[in-house]
């Protein structure tokens, strides 16, 4: 069952249905109200048997029927949807960085959503780029293939500045640095916040002065492009001697050092709602791809009851003090990575061993595991380390070893369903024997024996999974695993 009208014609043909009648039913499977379907399902019975048909072959017929009120479409709805699919599809694949730029502006609104389309922004290898007082326009736009982030994305840049700032740099051009800018702008659209804000996202970035030196500047050079605007204006230049004239023809910046990266970052999420120029966790990126075995952002296929290892940047800290005679104190933390955020809970004795170290903005290694508490997913810790130490634990690969004899197609299906429900961030690699029976030779120049008769496929990245012992036990259930081992 497919569509809609075909679950007419059967109440129709078979239940002996009006056409009205069957679009009633259609209508009841839509809104899945249990009394409605025990009423219906007994007019279909019903009006099966007048037709002919036993009790038992209309309850399976109708049984049949139930699963389609969870996908149906009418069959209009159908074509439309798959013509929209296709086009979408077509889209991603060959405008990939307008396709993302587009859902990403879609999505602003929405922090879950955003989210989750700006990881699989950087994971199709995308470049998100921030805003730029040249490049940008009012929303995500596409320059020389990277996604530029837009200026009304901006804390604090209300949409009148925005499309002053466009309309000037359309009718003269690029702003050539941030005194032509200041001298250029409408004075009514600035204020002290818009420029700040600006300046802190990076906006100024490609026009010569960096940040800090722009922030310790922009109260003097605005005065000063307000005084030759309105010199300019009112053609007082001249009342200037030779010095002063040449004095207010330059400006000298006090020029201070950049920022670090983590001080750039730290403005840039509070600005933008994002990392734009890198993450906090980048020096620890290499760690976290080789010790880190779920995915934040899929915050739906965490495990639940196994031990696991994160490597995480606190991003919220809350201390609190347990009832009780004791008094103890206990935390809960946000933990984000690369993908997403979760809270952990770090209970009393875990939490009195590292108290001491663990802070807000500080990055480490966690381990612990998932559980479901009032009907919310948290990590509980068990321990919290420096990231490196997880190193040790590290693993990339899990192969699994299939007999070719012993596969079917609904065994092969079984195993992928095994692998998907222990997903994390070990590739997966299947070596599949062609009997069950070993047959080695000794590999030329290597010395080592191989096997001739297999054949080793690594799977698709949606089939990555995450070590442990529930996930062996569950694929040595398989009769077709003969060998499972991780490196």
């Known amino acids: 069952i497919v569509y809609q009208e075909q679950v007419m014609e059967v109440a129709q043909i078979i239940g002996g249905y009006s056409l009205g009648n069957a679009d009633l039913l259609r209508r009841a499977m839509g809104k899945k109200k249990a009394e409605v379907m025990e009423k219906e399902k007994k007019n279909f019975i019903r009006g099966a048997q007048e037709k002919g048909y036993s009790k038992e072959i209309a309850e399976g017929i109708f049984e049949m029927l139930l699963p389609f009120a969870g996908y149906g479409f009418n069959k209009s709805h159908a074509a439309a949807y798959s013509v929209v699919a296709y086009q979408t599809a077509y889209l991603k694949a060959n405008y990939p960085a307008e396709f993302m730029a587009a859902n990403l502006t879609n999505e602003m609104n929405s922090p879950d959503k955003f989210a989750q389309y700006l990881i699989e922004t950087k994971t199709m290898g995308l470049e998100i780029t921030p805003p730029s007082i040249n490049n ?193 104190r206990m935390a809960f933390l946000q933990l984000s990575d690369f993908n997403g955020t979760i809270e952990a809970v770090a209970f009393p004795k875990i939490w009195k061993e590292c108290e001491g170290n663990v802070k807000t903005d500080g990055i480490f290694g966690f381990k612990g595991k998932f559980e479901t508490r009032q009907d919310k997913l948290s990590f509980l810790l068990d321990a919290v380390v420096d990231p490196k130490q997880l190193e040790p634990e590290a693993i990339r690969e899990a192969h699994v070893v299939l007999v070719k004899d012993l596969c079917t197609q609904t065994s092969l299906r079984s195993i992928m369903d095994t692998c998907i429900t222990y997903k994390g961030a070990c590739s997966l690699l299947i070596h599949l024997l062609a009997e069950s029976k070993d047959t080695e030779e000794v590999a030329e120049g290597t010395g080592q024996a191989v096997r001739t008769d297999e054949t080793i496929v690594k799977a698709g990245r949606e089939f990555s999974v995450g070590y442990s012992d529930d996930f062996i036990s569950a694929l040595r259930e398989h009769q077709a695993v003969s060998d499972i081992w991780f490196n």
Do not use: C
């Open 136 to 328: 940008s326009g009012r929303q995500f736009s596409v320059v020389d293939g990277k996604i530029v982030y837009g200026l009304q994305g901006i804390k604090h840049v209300g949409e009148a500045a925005v499309e002053s700032i466009l309309r000037e740099r359309n009718e003269h051009g690029p702003y050539k640095n941030f005194l032509d800018f200041l001298y250029r702008s409408e004075p009514r659209a600035l204020n002290s916040k818009l420029l700040e804000s600006l300046i802190q996202s990076g906006a100024f970035d490609g026009l010569g002065n960096n940040r800090p030196t722009l922030m310790a500047n922009v109260e003097a050079a605005v005065k000063y492009a307000q005084k030759k605007r309105e010199n300019e204006a009112f053609g007082q230049a001249s009342l200037f001697d030779a010095e002063e004239e040449a004095a207010m023809e330059t400006f000298e910046m006090e020029l201070l050092p950049d920022s670090t990266l983590l001080e750039k970052l730290e403005i840039e999420k509070d600005l933008l709602g994002f990392y734009v120029s890198g993450h906090p966790m980048d020096m620890y990126r290499d760690v976290w791809k080789r010790t880190v075995t779920i995915d934040l952002g899929q915050p739906e296929r965490l495990p639940t009851g196994r031990a696991v290892n994160l490597v995480a940047m606190v991003t919220g800290l809350r201390e609190i003090t347990t009832k009780g005679g004791a008094g103890d």
